[in-house]
């Protein structure tokens, strides 16, 4: 008896632990999202989705060729966000699901009227995902997420592989996902950028698959200027070269070409290098007139990719000068990025941050208006650049075309 009841207690145990296929959803049941545009239009939010079609995206199926677009762009409108989501289910005729949604598209007009119900939704839903990536649109957001883009099967995966490469590569823009927008708004500053996606090139949209066919595309889609917000309010713009200094400012520069004038003349920045390595060290004080300093320290280093001038670099005083002239490059590219963000009074290049670490007590007292104290800040830049390579040449081809003939 004994021996029968341990057998059936076991038996029950063994059972519980089954995870089985409870909870198992049918891949014909489920409509995939890989993009979403929100938009603010007559009083209330429209929300469009980029839906997958997977016939048109299987490995024995080809878009171009069968004249099948790979996504359907679809829009459902309601007064909040997730409202806008649910009636959705009223007009698809399958469940959609966002686990490989990979960006959001907002329009300046959303941006400018406030982010933060987008921003609600993410912190209170344990299904929305935080490493989607976010852009701006200057215009109507669900016109971006209609573009098909050559190469590419799904348009929202390759606009998210878009930034990460360049973010990675070129270092002009961040990317920046939803943890990252949340992180920096909670932050001391309350200010973040994000990235402009525009379409660039002639109008002719790129929403119909017989584009894909041609062996060229007059329009394509491209990362544009650095929307600036503060609070959750868009508050202006940044070119790329002032979005540029702003990464070096913000410690965020992994690799980028930096182009350089090797005659020091004011001639056309023809030569160029390669960063390899960077870091930008925050170092506050306040001075006695309660104004603050910033003591903006930057290690880099980097290979020469291009140079015009007729200089042996293999002298130690000449490669010296270049170094100089390279460091002095990284020093205007962060003063140029600093006059364009004191004039919008906002801090996305974490000069609050750095404060509040090393100075909590007077941050307290001064959090409240530093959007106003932090145009009175005060720069001292110091750049210190090492051309770890030089290439393979020790002349330029002029040089030693030159020297053949001798």
């Known amino acids: 008896m004994y021996r029968l009841l341990t057998r059936t207690i076991c038996s029950f145990l063994i059972l519980m632990l089954l995870g089985g296929c409870w909870n198992r959803v049918e891949m014909n049941e489920i409509g995939i999202i890989s993009a979403t545009a929100v938009d603010w239009e007559k009083g209330k939010w429209v929300v469009s ?9 299987s490995s024995q199926g080809n878009s171009s060729a069968t004249g099948d677009a790979p996504v359907n762009v679809f829009s459902t409108e309601a007064e909040s966000i997730r409202k806008a989501i ?3 289910s009223r007009e698809m005729s399958r469940k959609l699901y966002f686990a490989h949604n990979q960006i959001i598209v907002i329009s300046d007009t959303v941006a400018k009227k406030g982010i933060s119900p987008l ?4 912190m209170r839903n344990t299904d929305a995902r935080e490493t989607v990536s976010m852009f701006i649109a200057k215009g109507k957001a669900r016109k ?3 573009q098909l883009l050559p190469v590419e099967k799904i348009p929202g995966t390759a606009v998210q592989r878009l930034v990460e490469n360049e973010a990675a590569s070129s270092s002009v823009y961040p990317d920046m996902t939803m943890y990252r927008i949340l992180l920096d708004l909670l932050g001391p500053a309350q200010a973040t950028g994000i990235p402009q996606l ?6 002719q949209p790129l929403s119909s698959v017989d584009n894909l066919k041609e062996t060229y595309t007059r329009a394509k889609i491209k990362l544009g200027e650095l929307g600036v917000i503060s609070g959750d309010k868009l508050k202006g713009w940044l070119t790329p070269d002032e979005a540029a200094g702003v990464m070096w400012l913000s410690d965020k520069v992994k690799r980028t070409t930096l182009e350089f004038d090797c005659t020091n003349k004011g001639e056309p920045k023809d030569s160029s290098i390669i960063i390899g390595g960077a870091k930008t060290s925050l170092k506050p004080e306040q001075r006695s007139d309660g104004r603050w300093i910033m003591n903006i320290s930057v290690k880099a280093n980097g290979t020469l990719l291009e140079y015009t001038c007729p200089n042996d670099l293999q002298k130690p005083e000449l490669l010296k000068q270049e170094e100089q002239k390279i460091a002095e490059e990284i020093k205007n590219k962060m003063e140029t990025s600093w006059k364009a963000v004191s004039r919008l009074r906002t801090d996305i290049v974490g000069f609050g941050k750095a404060i509040s670490s090393k100075y909590p007590k007077q941050w307290k007292q001064m959090q409240k208006d530093w959007n106003e104290e932090f145009p009175e800040t005060v720069l001292n830049i110091d750049v210190k650049f090492k051309l770890a390579r ?3 040449s020790n002349h330029t081809f002029k040089e030693a075309q030159s020297n053949t003939r001798k």
């Open 119 to 122: 921003l609600e939704i993410y």
């Open 198 to 203: 525009m379409i660039s090139g002639a109008k």
């Open 390 to 392: 030089i290439g393979f």
């Open 144 to 146: 971006l997420i209609e």
């Open 86 to 88: 649910g009636d959705a």
């Open 49 to 57: 989705y980029q839906l997958v079609i997977p016939q048109a995206i």
